[in-house]
């Protein structure tokens, strides 16, 4: 049972919560039950883990947690990056809230079973709130990282002020859809198409969201 | 300029923070420069407002934000109910997390410029937690309070079990879709409806988001 701060461990996770440290280490730490269970479920074997009571003193994890209300485990574990492949790619460019990183990559994996590609400009995922937002996706599947030249496939970009609906293209093939942030720019020389919207208030995740549905569903109907 | 923590407008703000007082008072408060302009947009003005450095000692305000950060404005306003009305209604059933009812009544406005309605169960549109998720459309489309039977329309029940999917039904008429929480029951006698998935990690606010978007996409279509 540790019960000094100082501990090896305790400081491993704390450094974790610097991208520095993460990158350096090559690791991330996930907190909580849900999080720990989906890893197990996607079959990937914690570095450590650290169970409140069990391993460590309560206070001592929760010195540690990144979450308000504490925690009762944490887990550490080695990051993944994928080759992208598969018909439907999400490509990110810009995309700077870790919140907006993970909650695509929950999208995606629930509605496409896709891999998200991170581009230029981007959130870690393997943040702890990227972590928490793909509520486990991120253990089953995990992201890539290319540059938009790099992907294979019909390349569309979500852009509100593009004249084509996303629904009237044809989406036989792979598709890579491009998102970019709020206010932010896409790259060039990709075909535009949009979502319909009565106001201008869709983020970047909730674009994605819709956009997901929409071509695995179309897909689905087609094959 | 507001120098004291004793002042009555400081103390109606942290007031608004609990329901019993929102409820009691019918008002409510909004942080940030974004949700003030939101309310402007909309037409909403504010029973009062306080800035930073103008109206009130920048500390003080920061002390009665619900923002870790602290905020450079809050407005406080009127609580708006209306009736519910239009082709696509969203019924709302023990949706108990505040975030996702505000990111659904940012959905519904965004996607189908429709109505949030509030059964029993749900939490209060007009916490700080809801009305930031809104975005601001908590302005524009203001929620409201009615039993699932009081409403006109196909109801279409959201259900990750049924057989149906939603893309199947048809939408001509008035539509109310019905969505609870992730583990909550739904009421009965309504056309179960599913959204189909890769894996079982769509939350209520995102199936909303999905259907709001099919069943609008669908009418604009047909219409």
Request: include cysteine.
């Amino acid at each position: 049972m540790i019960t000094s701060a100082d501990n090896e461990k305790l400081k491993t996770i704390r450094k974790l919560q610097q991208k520095s440290w993460r990158t350096k280490l090559g690791l991330f730490s996930a907190e909580g039950e849900d999080l720990v269970d989906a890893a197990a479920a996607a079959g990937h074997e914690p570095a450590l883990v650290l169970r409140a009571g069990e391993d460590v003193d309560p206070d001592l994890l929760d010195a540690v947690s990144t979450l308000g209300s504490g925690t009762r485990v944490i887990g550490v574990y080695e990051q993944r990056w994928v080759d992208p492949a598969g018909e439907v790619l999400v490509y990110l460019h810009g995309v700077e809230d870790p919140g907006n990183v993970g909650a695509i990559i929950r999208s995606a994996h629930a509605l496409a079973d896709a891999t998200v590609v991170l581009g230029p400009g981007c959130a870690d995922p393997y943040s702890p709130k990227a972590v928490r937002a793909s509520m486990g996706s991120i253990f089953a599947r995990p992201p890539a990282r290319a540059a938009v030249d790099a992907l294979d496939g019909k390349k569309l970009a979500l852009d509100a002020t593009a004249e084509r609906q996303l629904r009237d293209v044809d989406v036989a093939g792979p598709v890579v859809l491009v998102l970019g942030s709020e206010r932010g720019v896409l790259p060039e020389g990709l075909e535009a198409v949009r979502i319909p919207v009565h106001a201008d208030s869709l983020n970047v995740a909730m674009a994605a969201t819709v956009a997901l549905y929409e071509v695995a569903n179309r897909m689905a109907a087609d094959g």
